[in-house]
């Protein structure tokens, strides 16, 4: 069954708390925290302080996304900060070596990904995938929410999991953007494992009755 990480970007910064509090009531399995710096995509989200805080809300597991530069700088921070996923832009890291990076997430008992854009195909990634926990592939273009779901997406989540029975069985398959009710069974078919969901979330009249349907 696929696991439904709803986004916080699209949630009510006033009441934060009580926003994430409410995801966990409402059958959320996982919080997923989109941070942008401005630099790597034209917007800011936030930073530790927010993911910090949403984590003293709850019991959840928090799926960082960095979109931002040179990312291996800020893994350890945003792992006190209480982050149990953390994917990252490989064309973001400008110094150190990939492969060194999500080693480095293993080593803490952190889930590590990729997460690849539209435009970027899966052979970028084929190098990494033995030693990727997670794949995040983007199904809008990173640094925006409420975009429309790219449907070209199906296929490149169809290619992902041949990749996943081919050479690593344990790999799981994120998918990130304009997922709602309506097309979510068919990112299910295709493959994956956890759909990321803000605005069909958060602009449901009743959560729990969204994630419910989400879930299938």
């Known amino acids: 069954m696929i696991k439904i990480a709803p986004s916080i970007l699209s949630a009510d ?6 926003e994430v509090r409410l995801l966990e009531r409402s059958g959320a399995d996982i919080i997923h925290c989109d ?15 927010v993911v910090g ?19 291996d700088r800020y893994i350890d921070a945003f792992i006190d900060a209480g982050a149990s996923y ?22 803490k008992g952190i889930i590590g990904g990729i997460a690849l854009n539209p435009d970027i195909s899966l052979t970028h990634i084929e190098r990494y995938i033995e030693c990727l926990d997670m794949l995040l592939i983007m199904s809008v273009y990173a640094g925006f929410g409420g975009q429309k779901f790219i449907p070209e997406s199906l296929k490149k989540i169809e290619e992902a999991a041949k990749l996943k029975n081919k ?50």
């Open 13 to 18: 910064f006033s009441k934060i708390g009580e």
């Open 35 to 49: 941070v942008m710096d401005g630099v790597f995509v034209p917007n800011i989200s936030f930073g530790m302080p």
């Open 86 to 107: 953390i994917t990252f832009h490989d064309v973001a890291v400008q110094d150190k070596s990939i492969i060194g990076i999500l080693e480095k997430l293993k080593s």
């Open 53 to 71: 805080a949403v984590k003293k809300n709850t019991s959840l597991p928090l799926d960082v996304h960095l979109m931002i530069i040179n990312p």
């Open 167 to 216: 050479y690593n069985k344990n790999l799981i398959i994120e998918v990130d953007g304009g997922i709602n009710t309506e097309n979510i069974r068919a990112v299910e078919n295709s493959g994956a494992d956890i759909a990321v969901a803000g605005s069909g979330v958060f602009g449901a009249k009743d959560k729990k009755d969204c994630i419910k349907t989400l879930r299938g």
